[in-house]
């Protein structure tokens, strides 16, 4: 019986490759789409070019993948991927790297893993072990043109194809072997969600969507990533364990995310950037964003309930998000974007199973009482009239920190909460009153004496602010 082996590839450099595109929103998204498809066409096109079965197609995308293999196909599948690795290097512009480590199914998964994370470690840290003696040339800019063209095609498209000429191009439609785009076990996923203008003829950009928004013209972008999902996958006994759920995750985010964004509340006001192994990306309305990341947040809690309550651990279970404002409407996407994923390491070096909103990182049921009190804020003014400004003014009035040592006294507690009836005017409506004292009560808590905000009144100030000001 021939002997099996496995065959772990990933995509590195990635975030660097994406973060140097150009300005030009097209090409990021092309961008994003290539790096996407990488690690879920090249194992199906190896397959496919040693006439193996489809099954032997263990896990892939998320920037990487697994095949099994017989040890006779060894030198052909190196043979593949050294040149998809150097056709890899050709349309980044040096910035991507393939890389892959090969060892025989043999003994318990956590040897084998031990044995492929030896070799990866190698590859990276010798870089002749994983180039040979080829001498490296300059580095070239990226193929433009292509990822413009691929952008625009996969919108619409109903296949992707991959050709031996370019063994590191994705094209949709032709090639010596093409595959389906959709959510069936044979088919390639592409979670690719795009609101079109007013016309239906073009993809919406981000100025388009951000004057879909509710009150404030503004857009931005929204990332999320399951909370220690590496430490979960190192946990795993079996490759069974780890081919299983890493197809879950995939799954979930291909499936889920691009169900939100088709729901009415979505379609029109977002665009999908993303959807990875664990993670995801979209931008578009502010507004809708928010929504959008507290719906996804639920449906994963029950997914994680459903499909991980077997797991010992929180590992893998949580999820945090992070939201990106565009300061303004012409803003580079990628700029936002690269803001969106700082604001995600911040939130997630501070906690877990958080969202980082608006100057903010809340815990999950704190954005909850975040949203109450916006509705109360904004009920203000649709309800009893009072001015949108008055949001503004009251963002002035409470500290966010702590009175330094040796500071100047603060102002007495009563003279602010005096300040905010001024600003919120008076009427002899009882439920004007009523709501008036409500607010204030939420905004400080039970203490009067609290001139800071709790996080989640500083959120709801903000979100109010932008949901009247207009």
Known sequence: MSVQILLQGKVLGAEEFLLNAAPAEPVFIGRLRWVSLLSEVLPRAL?????????????????????????????QADDFL?????????????????????????????????RLNEEFDKKQNTPLAAHGLETAGPVDEPETDYFVELAASLRDAGTVGWSPESPAAIATGTG?????????????????????TDDGRDSADAPVLASRAEGSAVWGVLRGDVDNVGIRMRRLQSIEEHVQLSVLYKQFFAGEVEVLCSLPEFWRKVNLLYTGGDDFAVYGAWDALIAFGRELQ??????????????????????TMALALALEPNTPLVWVFERAADRLNAAKS????????????????????????????????????????????????????????????????????????RILGSS??????????SLI??????????????????VALEWARLSTEG
């Open 441 to 458: 009560a939420d905004l400080v808590g039970k203490n009067p004496a609290n001139l800071k905000l709790r996080p989640s009144g500083r």
């Open 82 to 114: 050294n040149a998809a690795r150097s056709d890899v290097e050709r349309l980044s512009g040096g910035r991507l790297q393939l890389l892959w480590a090969i060892t025989e199914n043999l003994g318990d998964w956590t040897v084998v893993r031990k």
């Open 176 to 196: 010596k072997h093409t595959w389906a785009i959709g959510t069936s076990p044979d088919a390639v996923p592409l979670a690719r969600h795009t609101a079109l």
């Open 350 to 421: 501070a906690d877990k199973d958080c969202f980082y909103l608006l100057g903010r990182t809340l815990e999950w049921k704190q954005l909850s009482d975040a949203a109450e009190l916006k509705d109360e804020l904004t009920g203000m003014v649709r309800e009893f009239g009072v001015a949108p400004q008055y949001i503004r003014d009251l963002c002035g009035i409470y500290r966010e920190t702590r009175r330094a040592p040796g500071a100047k006294r603060a102002e007495r507690p009563w003279r602010f909460h005096r300040r905010v009836y």
């Open 298 to 319: 639920r449906l994963f809690q029950r997914f994680s309930d459903e499909n991980l309550k077997d797991f010992p651990g929180a590992e893998g279970k949580t999820i």
């Open 47 to 75: 397959i496919a070019e040693l006439g193996l079965s489809k099954m032997l197609l263990g896990s892939s995308g998320g920037e990487q993948f697994l095949v099994v293999l017989p040890e006779e196909v060894r030198q």
């Open 428 to 437: 002899r409506s009882r439920d004007f009153q009523k709501a008036r004292a």
